[in-house]
């Protein structure tokens, strides 16, 4: 198909060139002969413009169309397999006949306005019957609600589009354990990456380390913090095992963190002791100073 504007373009060349279709063709390398050419500049002559969009128009007597409906009415009612038998009409036609040569007669699907929500063992269990055949899938649409369209969904997400439909109940059982396996797998990995997001956030936001942050560079009073922090989303024992810390110095670690800092008196007091001293001052005299002052 070709847009108004190429139509167009083709015919203004085609008076520019003196009304030479080839030489218009060989320019634009299009339209496909001069046929086509020759039918827009016609139109364009007698109307004075073309015309922007063509309505294809489908016309059937009335024999073909008592033929499709008789076809519908004797085939299980089914449409697609009417349109395709017959290669005639489309869907939309032939809804309108049925509903003028045989009313009442059309097929109608009713929704259900109930929705339910199935669980990952029935849907095992659904396509492992569908793997097996045990009934056809009719019948097993009719004894267990489930339908058709579900069945095969439900197989494609847990086996994949290539998975062959009919197997033994053994090979099936088999697979379905192989991908619930890898499933739980996948959870855990997903899991694991998870923990270690959230612990490098963390350190980022309490350590404030500019350099990047990296566990391996924590002290840990620093890795404990990061624990408190988390331990009310993740178990301890996950934490314990992603950040490299045993149990036991984690307690130490929080009890020490709990208790404060019991030299917090005596950093200060070597501190004004250091500044009032022009800051020169060594250890030995600094604590000499202090067994004189005292606490």
């Known amino acids: 198909m070709y847009s108004y504007k190429q139509k167009m373009k083709a015919i203004n060349l085609y008076y520019q060139y003196g009304n030479k279709l080839t030489a218009v063709i060989r320019k634009l390398n299009y339209p496909h002969n001069r046929h086509t050419l020759a039918k827009w500049v016609k139109e364009y002559e007698l109307t004075g413009t073309l015309k922007k969009k063509y309505h294809r128009q489908y016309k059937y007597s009335k024999k073909q169309k008592i033929e499709a409906v008789n076809h519908y009415l004797n085939h299980g009612k089914n449409m697609s397999y009417t349109c395709k038998s017959l290669g005639f009409p489309n869907r939309h036609y032939l809804k309108e006949w049925i509903d003028e040569f045989a009313p009442n007669e059309r097929k109608t699907h009713i929704v259900s306005k109930t929705v339910i929500n199935y669980s990952l063992d029935q849907k095992i269990n659904a396509v492992t019957d569908l793997c097996v055949r045990a009934l056809p899938v009719v019948k097993m649409e009719t004894t267990t609600g489930i339908s058709r369209t579900s069945y095969y969904k439900w197989k494609k997400e847990l086996l994949g589009k290539e998975y062959p439909l009919e197997i033994g109940k053994e090979k099936a059982d088999q697979d379905i354990i192989t991908y619930e396996t890898e499933l739980k797998q996948l959870k855990k990995t997903l899991y694991r990456q998870k923990i270690e997001l959230d612990i490098l956030k963390q350190a980022e936001i309490l350590l404030r380390k500019d350099q990047g942050v990296s566990q391996k ?4 009073r620093e ?18 095992t992603l950040l490299g810390i045993s149990k036991s110095s984690y307690y130490y670690q929080k009890s020490a963190i709990n208790k404060g800092d019991k030299y917090k008196n005596i950093r200060s007091l070597i501190k004004t002791i250091f500044e009032e001293n022009k800051c020169c001052y060594g250890y030995r005299r600094i604590h000499s100073k202090l067994k004189t002052q005292g606490p």
């Not at 560079?217 to 840990?220: A, D, G, H, R, Y």
């Open 223 to 240: 890795i404990t913090i990061i624990i408190n922090t988390l331990r009310a989303l993740y178990p301890l024992t996950d934490l314990l």
């Open 217 to 220: 560079l924590f002290t840990n």
